[in-house]
Structure formats: C-alpha cells, structure tokens
C-alpha cells in the first residue's frame, strides 16, 4: 500500500512511551522527501583543507582547542586519529565543588516549588578526524568504529565519578540540527542527574517486560520495518517513528550499556552506522541530522539489566515542531514506517 492510499494511524512508541499520529496525507511522496537545497559553499580560503588554519579541530592547530582529556592513538603526535577534548563553551562545569557527603549537592533546595541543583557535569567534545572535510560516513568502518570506542572509553572513565548518573552522547550535523563547528565532531554530556526521557523509556521497557516476560527491543518486530543489517546489528524505521526517515540501529544481543561494545561488535556497528548515514544522505539530499545514543544509567541495577536495551536513534532534519506538538507531546509524522524503510532498503551506494 503506497503512502497515497494509507489511512491516518496513530501508534504507540513501547520504547519511549510515546504516541505518534502517522498523517500520509500531510506530505508529498516520502519518495520525494528532501532536505533543503543548500546554498554553494563559499570558496575556500586555504585551498589545501588539511589543516584549516582557521578550525581549532584541525590537527596542527590542538593549541586553540580547550583542554584535551585523550588522543586515540595514545601516543600519537600530529599523526593523532580521534581527540576528546573539553568543550569550550561547557553547559555544566567540572568546577563546580561536590561535597563529599553530597548533602549539599544532592539535596534540592526546593523554594516556592523550584527545584535546584548545583550546575556540576561534564561537557566534552569528541574530534571524529584530523582532517577538516572528511565527516563521519567518510570514514571507514574501522575509522568509526575508532569514535565509537572514543566515546566507550570516555564512559567508562565517567563512570568512577560517584555523582554522575546519566551519560548522554550525541551528534549534530549541520547548522540547523545544532552544529556550530562544520569540522565534524559529536558531544558527550554527563548529568548527576537522570532525564526524563531516560526515565520514562526504561519504565516504558520494564511495563512491557512486566506484561510480555522479554526485552521490548529483542523482541522489536522488523517485519516491513527492517532497513539493513550486520552481524550484531539492525538498522530498522521504528514502528511509531517521531520524526520523518527517523531510523534506530540496536543491538542484535541483549545489552544494557552502550560502554559494553567490544571492539569486533564496534567495527561492526561502525560499518552499519556508515551504510545507514550514506542511504540518509543520497535519499535526502545530505540533511542535517541529529544522533542520539540512549543508554541506561550508570547505576542501573540487576533488576533492571533484562529490560533495558541501548540503541541509537538518528534523527534527519525534515520537519519542524508546532504548536500541537509542543502542546501535546505527541508528534505528527507525514511519512509512515513502513514507506520510509522500503525506502532507504532500496538506496544503492556507489561503489
């Protein structure tokens, strides 16, 4: 059944506890959904991009960039591949003093129904590549899978840090999906605190594994849905997509934490997340995206390991939020799942 022919549906998200009302008849042809053309690109001033000596993410220029946290290789010099460093412009500080009981800092100070807590967290920048116009999709699958384990590595580091709870690592690419750097780089933001959404997807997960005695993204039907796949992973359009072409890879095997990846199952999801940036892109004409890690807390407990399941959510830049759904929280989506993964199942990529 085309997108022409379907009746307005609305679904329910068991991940995230969300609905969605899918509204073919709002959009043209899902085939011909495209992101904005984008203006030329002004010439470059240095012709030689390697390195840009105006970007402090290029190598050669690390002395303009705020403090460096690691390198990968360990060792390396200018020859380095991937670099995490401190955000500059930080939204909470690793300054801010944590009193050894925490009474200070965990404890709200409630007034008049605000809730407050000090500003402390982490705010770090990882460097997807020394050179200035090679972005993610660019690289091999061994070359992501080398970010990838970057953002592994700094996890685990945040994780002997008591007060954290709740690491959030995500992308954006291009202007309108939040990037103001065009060198190609993604963040890491460590929270004392655990997000609603957080929250609200692993008691969405253990209401169906409570109901049903599985973990909903084990047992997540890709029967139409399914997109493309690798050894340890899938790459599916959700069955309640929020967003138009919004596109999950999970795990294969059950896994709670993101930092549990191994370096064969990286290179492994390296090579998917690449398959699946190049199809979003030819399909729709190289749009800003947004990509999101969800992952469970740090102290996530036994209890909880058999339904909490990570996965990465991405996001192109299709659409815009309205009224009703600022006023709701339920989305409207003009392109229908199952469209959407015919779709992107069918983009070749020139080899």
Known sequence: MTSANRNPEIRKDAVNNRTVILSPARSRRPSDFKSKPKPEPEPETNPNPHPNPTCPFCAGNEHQCAPEIFRSPEYSTSDWKVRVIENLYPALSRDVEVKSDDVDYRHADVVSGEVRLGGFGFHDVVIESPVHSVHLPDLAPDGIAGVLLAYKKRIEQLCGIASISYVQVFKNHGASAGASMSHSHSQILALPVIPPTASTRLNSMKEYHNQTGKCVLCNINTKELLIDESNHFISISPFASTFPFETWIVPRYHSSHFHELGEDKAIDL???????????????????YNYMIHTSPLQVTSSQLPYAHWYIQIVPQLSTIGGFEMGTGCYINPVVPEDAAKILREVKIPT
């Open 270 to 288: 390296g090579g998917l997340l690449k398959l699946t940036l190049q199809k979003l892109s030819i399909q729709l004409n190289d749009p800003p």
